[in-house]
């Protein structure tokens, strides 16, 4: 397998949509870091200073990683349909389980490296804003569970552009799949910080006045706000957002539940590529 890692890593420096991705990654995060900023400096100016932190925006971007991981893995993975790779490699001995490994360490490796340029261009923010909240350990702690999360989204692209012969299906696939995430981690998210008390507006003689609050019926509670929390845990796209809020105080169910869906997805994945048929 060593090889075929060899082959994969030469492949993927070469690879121009790669270095693309690398480069948009780059400046997005810079763009980014200066708008939120100067948007922050904007508002210590009008007496707000209790919103100036760096970490508050640092960690913005994490719950759009996968739409990259998305596309970069699948157009990797469907190139070697489409080029011949896959079977030319099952010819010279190579077998399925080594192919399938060999990829999906790869995809892992080009998702870490948009990851690392993401969270390296972020740093231009200390020029602008030199103060953090969060502990240095929690840093590090939010780094690992970045890294795991993109370990899970990697192993479900790679399977599908495994399973997949054509590049634009599996690219349209992986994109939709991580859509879905980000749509139900959001749903899911919107309902947890939902108050539970909730006040209205009425018309008196003196005016327009707050009514007395009440409960409000769309407040989770009991095993549906249970549920509904494990599920933003255990979802990599719902991870990014309780990330990107700084709202992640408990990481082990999210490291756990990571390290749990890259094992599984790239087990069933495996078991499935040995019987798909190649011609």
Same mark, same amino acid.
């Given at each position: 397998?060593?090889?075929?890692?060899?082959?994969?890593?030469?492949?993927?420096?070469?690879?121009?949509?790669?270095?693309?991705?690398?480069?948009?990654?780059?400046?997005?995060?810079?763009?980014?870091?200066?708008?939120?900023?100067?948007?922050?400096?904007?508002?210590?100016?009008?007496?707000?200073?209790?919103?100036?932190?760096?970490?508050?925006?640092?960690?913005?971007?994490?719950?759009?990683?996968?739409?990259?991981?998305?596309?970069?893995?699948?157009?990797?993975?469907?190139?070697?349909?489409?080029?011949?790779?896959?079977?030319?490699?099952?010819?010279?001995?190579?077998?399925?389980?080594?192919?399938?490994? #060999?990829?999906?360490?790869? *995809?892992? +490796?080009? !998702?870490?490296? $948009?990851?690392? @340029?993401? %969270?390296?261009?972020?740093?231009?923010?200390?020029?602008?804003?030199?103060?953090?909240?969060?502990?240095?350990?929690?840093?590090?702690?939010?780094?690992?569970?970045?890294?795991?999360?993109?370990?899970?989204?990697?192993?479900?692209?790679?399977?599908?552009?495994?399973?997949? #012969?054509?590049?634009?299906? *599996?690219? +349209?696939? !992986?994109?939709? $799949?991580?859509? @879905?995430? %980000?749509?139900?981690?959001?749903?899911?998210?919107?309902?947890?910080?939902?108050?539970?008390?909730?006040?209205?507006?009425?018309?008196?003689?003196?005016?327009?006045?707050?009514?007395?609050?009440?409960?409000?019926?769309?407040?989770?509670?009991?095993?549906?706000?249970?549920?509904?929390?494990?599920?933003?845990?255990?979802?990599?796209?719902?991870?990014?957002?309780?990330?990107?809020?700084?709202?992640?105080?408990?990481?082990?169910?999210?490291?756990?539940?990571?390290?749990?869906?890259?094992?599984?997805?790239?087990?069933?994945?495996?078991?499935?590529?040995?019987?798909?048929?190649?011609?």
């Amino acid at each position: 397998m060593i090889k075929l890692l060899r082959a994969n890593m030469l492949r993927l420096r070469k690879n121009k949509l790669f270095g693309a991705l690398l480069v948009i990654m780059a400046g997005l995060s810079v763009i980014m870091m200066i708008m939120n900023c100067k948007a922050e400096l904007s508002w210590a100016e009008l007496g707000y200073t209790d919103m100036m932190s760096f970490d508050k925006m640092y960690f913005n971007l994490t719950p759009l990683l996968g739409i990259f991981f998305a596309v970069m893995i699948s157009m990797f993975t469907g190139t070697e349909y489409s080029d011949g790779t896959i079977r030319n490699k099952i010819i010279v001995g190579h077998s399925r389980s080594d192919i399938y490994l #060999s990829n999906f360490i790869t *995809s892992i +490796v080009s !998702s870490f490296a $948009v990851v690392a @340029v993401w %969270l390296l261009s972020g740093l231009v923010g200390l020029f602008l804003i030199n103060e953090w909240y969060l502990p240095p350990k929690w840093v590090l702690i939010y780094i690992l569970v970045i890294l795991l999360l993109s370990s899970a989204m990697s192993a479900i692209f790679t399977l599908i552009g495994m399973l997949m #012969s054509s590049k634009a299906s *599996s690219a +349209v696939i !992986s994109i939709i $799949v991580f859509v @879905v995430m %980000l749509v139900v981690s959001t749903t899911v998210s919107q309902a947890l910080s939902a108050p539970e008390m909730m006040s209205g507006y009425q018309l008196t003689s003196n005016g327009v006045e707050m009514t007395e609050p009440e409960p409000n019926p769309g407040y989770l509670r009991g095993v549906s706000r249970d549920i509904a929390e494990a599920a933003m845990d255990i979802l990599p796209t719902g991870q990014g957002l309780n990330i990107a809020n700084l709202s992640m105080t408990e990481p082990a169910l999210p490291m756990i539940a990571s390290t749990l869906i890259t094992v599984f997805v790239t087990g069933i994945g495996m078991v499935i590529f040995k019987k798909k048929d190649l011609k």
